[in-house]
């Protein structure tokens, strides 16, 4: 997925390197076609959001590689129930986030880097990495034989 946008950035003027990335990108979804989501029938489904941003992420521009900087600035809010003035220039929509805390509808939790499934959006990662937090978010191999065996596991 990090891939995929950081390819999407230079799509009005890509060079070179840009077209052998995005070469790159269909082999592996070539190669990955038997790869899905796998919930088996017990499983709960909670809303579940990870957020991640990276300052200055961006080698060519260093803008940020992410809009979540705000939502950021939002958990720390809704973790501190005092009003501050420094806090003030946050549209009002984002303290919609603080009001749904304080009502119990939505829960944070910082998340270690370890656990963070965002990373897969944010960051390129090491094979290992990359294949565990896929893993975590319930993507598995469908082919056949494989999905015999996970229906198997969950029965």
């Known amino acids: 997925m990090h891939a995929t946008c950081y390819c999407a950035r230079y799509q009005a003027q890509p060079i070179e390197k840009h077209l052998t990335a995005v070469k ?3 082999r592996y ?8 989501l796998w919930y088996p029938k017990d499983t709960s489904f ?6 991640n941003s990276v300052h200055a ?22 973790c501190n129930p005092v009003q501050h ?6 549209d009002v929509r984002y303290h919609i986030i603080k009001e749904k ?3 119990g509808i939505v829960e944070l939790f910082f998340v270690r880097t ?3 499934l965002a ?7 090491p094979v290992e990495r990359f294949q565990y937090l896929i893993r975590r978010l319930g993507m598995r191999c469908l082919t056949p034989a494989k999905l015999k065996a996970l229906v198997n596991e969950s029965a």
């Open 24 to 26: 790159q990108i269909f």
């Open 29 to 36: 979804l070539k190669d990955t076609i038997h790869m899905g």
């Open 46 to 51: 909670e809303l579940t959001a990870f957020s």
């Open 57 to 78: 992420g961006c080698l060519d521009s260093h803008k940020s590689t992410s809009g979540g900087i705000q939502f950021l600035c939002a958990i720390a809010i809704s």
């Open 85 to 90: 003035s420094r806090t003030k220039h946050i």
């Open 101 to 103: 805390v304080e009502k």
């Open 114 to 116: 370890k656990y963070q």
């Open 119 to 125: 990373d897969l959006f944010t960051k390129a990662l």
